[in-house]
Every structure is written in C-alpha cells, then in structure tokens.
C-alpha cells in the first residue's frame, strides 16, 4: 500500500541550527502539508503546497520556516534557526484531491537543545 | 475560525465496554468535512473517517460507529467491545472546503482513551 515516508525518524539538534525535515509523498499525489505536534499537544497545521507554491500557511509558518519541492518526489521542511519551542514531531501528509483523505507520514520527531 | 472541541481529555476503560468519544465543532462553512484520527502510542496518526457535511447518515464500519448531528454541531466516535489494542488518543478535526485551502484539518485537543484488560 502507498505510503508517506519521512525522514529521519529523530533529529537532535542545537538551538540556532538549520534543520531540513525530508517527506516522499504518495506518488500520484498533488497536495502535500506539514503539521506539528508539540509533545502533549494537538496535531497543528504548518502549511499547505500545491502546484510548486504555498497555497495556506498558518501563523506558526512564520520566516524561519520554508518548504521546497526540489524534485519530482520530494517535500522539504527547512526551519533556518531553530528555537528550543520548535521541538515537536513534525507530520508530513498528502492528498491526491483538496477534500481528500490525508495520509500521514510516521513524523520526525525534533529535539532543539 | 473553525474549532473543534473535544471535551473529554482522559476516558479509562475495561475492556468489551462500549466508549463514545464527543467531538463538537464550530464553522462558518456551510461545506466542511470531519475526521477522526487515531495516534497510537507509536506516534502516527491513522485515518479512521472523513464524512462530508451534506452527508449525516451514520456509520459503522466493524466495531467503530460514528454519530454525525448537524443540529448540535457533534461527529461522536463509539467503540463497541472495546480492546486493549484500541488504547491510543484520538483525535477528531474539521476542514473547510475552499477551492485553494487544501486540507487544512483544524485538530480538536485529543481524547486520550485508555483500555484496561
């Protein structure tokens, strides 16, 4: 069965560092999202990407906070200057319609000392 | 601004009782969809239903039922017989339907439901 993979599983890292958080979407896929869940906490939408560009962000998606579609099977979360709130497992997802089901990936837990 | 309120933050079990998990929502939209999602221990979010708002027949698929009610805003999830392996916290979330918002689930808090032998 189809499935989002991400990448890594865990990444540690030291507060000012530039992390990218790495998803392979479902192939036949157009729509593609990051979230964040704070340890405890609900699931929280970062942002949206469609047709090469963000189609939605949230507030929380502020500057540090980039995404990129570098290929054709790739979808990067790049957080430029991590801050010790941006500890949190991120979820990519994607969807192959914009009401469609979305198929989560395992999350990448972050840790920013 | 969409919001989605789940009530019980904690629900504990024995097992083959019956659980029902409320879910309450607020909307402009007058097309939206509701899901539920399940976070087992291990971390991923496991999709369980996605019903649309012209759609309020209830269903059921095995042991899971769902309960959707315009009039007071609720999409409640019941578990039949309940098992130890249903323990995880689920989550129920809303999104509206615009042409360019995509998916944008807004997550209730999470019910965490605990199943004992």
């Known amino acids: 069965e189809p499935e989002v993979t991400q990448t890594p599983s865990h990444q540690v890292t030291q507060m000012g560092q530039e992390v990218i958080l790495r998803c392979v979407p479902i192939?036949?896929?157009?729509?593609f999202y990051w979230y964040r869940q704070i340890l405890g906490q609900k699931v929280e939408f970062l942002v949206s990407?469609?047709?090469?560009?963000?189609?939605?962000k949230s507030e929380i998606f502020d500057d540090q906070f980039s995404v990129e579609r570098p290929d054709g099977s790739n979808f990067t979360l790049k957080i430029r200057s991590t801050k010790l709130e941006d500890s949190a497992m991120y979820f990519c997802?994607?969807?192959?319609?914009?009401?469609?089901?979305?198929?989560f990936g395992e999350g990448s837990r972050l840790t920013v000392l | 601004a969409q919001k989605v309120t789940q009530a019980q933050t904690e629900i504990s079990v024995v097992e083959k009782e019956d659980v029902t998990l409320d879910c309450v929502y607020e909307?402009?939209?007058?097309?939206?969809?509701l899901f539920w999602y399940k976070q087992p221990p291990s971390g991923e979010l496991v999709f369980l239903i996605r019903?649309?708002?012209?759609?309020?027949q209830n269903e059921i698929s095995g042991r899971y039922s769902w309960n959707f009610q315009k009039s007071t805003s609720s999409f409640n999830f019941t578990i039949t017989a309940s098992q130890v392996v249903d323990s995880a916290v689920y989550f129920c979330?809303?999104?509206?339907?615009?042409?360019?918002?995509?998916?944008?689930?807004?997550f209730g808090e999470g019910t965490q439901l605990t199943v004992n032998p």
């Open positions: 997802a994607s969807s192959d319609q914009f009401t469609g089901e979305l198929f």
């Open positions: 192939s036949n896929h157009l729509y």
């Open positions: 990407f469609y047709n090469n560009e963000i189609s939605e």
């Open positions: 909307t402009r939209d007058t097309t939206y969809y």
């Open positions: 019903r649309n708002s012209f759609d309020e």
């Open positions: 979330a809303l999104s509206e339907a615009g042409e360019t918002s995509g998916s944008r689930l807004t």
